[in-house]
């Protein structure tokens, strides 16, 4: 779907259109429920034929307002929000997949979500491969089983920095009749719209830039409406076949382009319940009215440190997807030519002894377990949120052991600089 007006307009007035003496700022429908003065117009709701509100753990009014502005700022057909980006993904994956499925997954993505996907997902009898992003087709084409589902992978990789090659992956998926699944939430929509390059759905940790201030955690998942389900009926019977729990409706015949999204809530949502809470939602639409402004400035920020960094004798190497040199610069200059993320990795020559070091002397920069957020902070992954991993599976990982993730906020680019330099020092 084509956007209709500049995605900086979406970003402050998408999804809440107020009518004659409405409230201006999107309300908090902070209720559980929601009164009906029939039995029958509450039934109907019940029964998928009517369209509105009864129990917030299904939908809410300032929930689907936020859904509907990322849902157009992404160029999608339908979106839901759920109660972090891990969320976002468990039901992204499981609304297609079950017992005796199979995923095909970038390795490089966030621990958290490799562990969902391997481990995890692995004990509900769903199997997963991992796949080098960076192998040819020939070589991932081999990663494809009978049973494939969907494909998964991140548009940036957190923290590896692989930018992937979208087109080459929804080539792939599509020639095996799956989606192609992409988290966004590195580049944002400001970045890369990666349903324009042929993914299938686009999901988000909403927790990162899009709050973009560190206060609320939350997901979102958005579908594009171009998966033709019922040319892959048989490998989609979720979707295609009734369903017995809503007196045998068929989703892509009731709703179309908005089947997938309409499954995830009917079904996901009202059985596994991880909603987002109307205040964070409205925390979240505050957070996205300045997205277009603040990721200019992250990315101008990490591009100078960055560079900084590279002319450092005491740093073994930098990965930047912004800066000429890096492995995925002419990847990320094809779909993202306004800038990447405010995230850096480097190493120091000191390996992982010397990076503990460096971290405990920063103080512009914060050590936290979270990224992509207005204040500069680090984390060193394989200490903390790769903990789980071996040093081997940290570079099939595409994590080395003594990398520093510094994820670069929107101060003043000298003042971070100074810092990392007196760190250094």
Known sequence: MANPRAIETTCIQGGWNPGNGQPRQLPIYQSTTFKYTSSEAMGKLFDLEAEGYFYTRLQNPTNDAVAAKICEMEGGAAAMLTSSGQAANFFAVINICSAGDHVVSSATIYGGTSNLLTVTLKRFGIDVTLVDPDASE???????????????????????????????????????????????????????????????????????????????????????GNFDWNAYADKFPGLTTPDESYHGIIYTERFGKGAFITKATAQLMRDLGAIQSPQNAFLLNAGLESLHLRVPRHCENARKVAEFLQGRDDVAWVKYPGLPGDKYHALAEKYMPNGTCGVISFGLKGGRQAAAAFMDKLKVASIATHVADARTCVLHPASHTHRQLSDEQLIEAGVDPAMIRYSVGIENAEDLIKDIEQALA
């Not at 589902?149 to 992956?169: G, S």
């Not at 970045?191 to 206060?215: F, L, Q």
């Open 138 to 224: 020939e070589e991932l084409e081999k990663a494809f089983q009978p049973n494939t589902k969907c494909v998964f992978a991140e548009t940036i990789a957190n923290p590896a920095l692989v930018v992937l090659d979208i087109e080459k992956f929804a080539r792939l998926a599509h020639g095996h009749g799956v989606p192609l699944i992409i988290d966004n939430t590195f580049a944002t929509p400001i970045n890369c719209r990666p349903i324009e390059w042929g993914a299938d759905i686009v999901t988000h940790s909403t927790t990162k830039y899009m709050d973009g201030h560190g206060m609320t955690v939350g997901g979102c998942i958005v579908d594009s």
